[in-house]
């Protein structure tokens, strides 16, 4: 099972809003909507931003969205702010006959 | 709120069994799936697998053959035991909460698989 394609880095200015993609298959995302997303800033444990797709953790800023088109998932972040800086992860769930949860390359968000 | 911990050596030598175990506080394991991820130097994630509070297992295939993941309920703890480890076992091995999604995690722990 491969792992889901992202972007190696994304970049933007403070107040500007990005996207992140996450390209899977229809073996896995786009098969369940069990698509999560975690940050990860250097030397930290990931941190849970989006589960099953689209939905919020209790805490986490309402600039943090998660979408899906097909076999490609997306997390959009809006007025970009300099703790966003940040690694990110999709994940998603890849069924029981293949690696259960395959997760993405991560996309190294920059803030100019 | 719940805390995860990883303890266990931090040098394992090649073809030897990496053991770690996991202790969680400020609530219960019951209930729950808890899961071990790990992580390479400078590299991505990778699911290694999950344990129910009874004991149900599921493992990455990729790793199957070498992975046992058990559960103590009474000191509210799980173990990962990774056996004929090489030096692509080299990793932050991290422990968390949950199979559909994984929250919260523990601080991790390196381990380092050298002669």
């Known amino acids: 099972q491969s792992a889901l394609t992202q972007p190696a880095s994304v970049s933007g200015s403070p107040g500007q809003s990005i996207t992140i993609s996450c390209t899977g298959t229809s073996s896995d995302v786009g098969s369940y909507n069990l698509v999560t997303w975690y940050q990860q800033h250097p030397g930290k444990a990931p941190k849970l931003m989006i589960y099953e797709g689209n939905k919020r953790p209790s805490g986490v800023s309402n600039r943090f969205s998660g979408s899906k088109t097909g076999n490609t998932a997306y997390l959009a972040i809006s007025g970009l702010q300099a703790e966003d800086e940040a690694d990110y992860y999709c994940?998603?769930?890849?069924?029981?006959?293949?690696?259960?949860?395959?997760f993405g390359t991560g996309t190294k968000v920059t803030v100019l | 709120q719940v805390q995860l911990q990883e303890s266990g050596p931090g040098l394992v030598k090649p073809s030897e069994t990496l053991s770690l175990t996991c202790t969680v506080s400020?609530?219960?394991?019951?209930?729950?799936?808890w899961s071990w991820i790990r992580q390479p130097p400078g590299k991505g994630l990778e699911w290694i697998g999950y344990?129910?509070?009874?004991?149900?297992?599921n493992y990455n295939p990729s790793l199957k053959s070498r992975v046992t993941i058990l559960v103590d309920t009474s000191n509210n703890q799980f173990s990962l035991t990774l056996n004929s480890v090489t030096a692509a076992d080299t990793a932050v091995y991290y422990c968390?909460?949950?199979?559909?999604?994984?929250?919260?995690w523990g601080q991790g722990t390196l381990v380092t698989v050298s002669s």
């Open positions: 344990i129910y509070f009874t004991g149900s297992t």
């Open positions: 400020g609530g219960s394991i019951n209930n729950y799936y």
């Open positions: 994940c998603s769930y890849a069924g029981s006959s293949t690696s259960f949860y395959v």
């Open positions: 968390a909460r949950g199979a559909n999604w994984f929250e919260p």
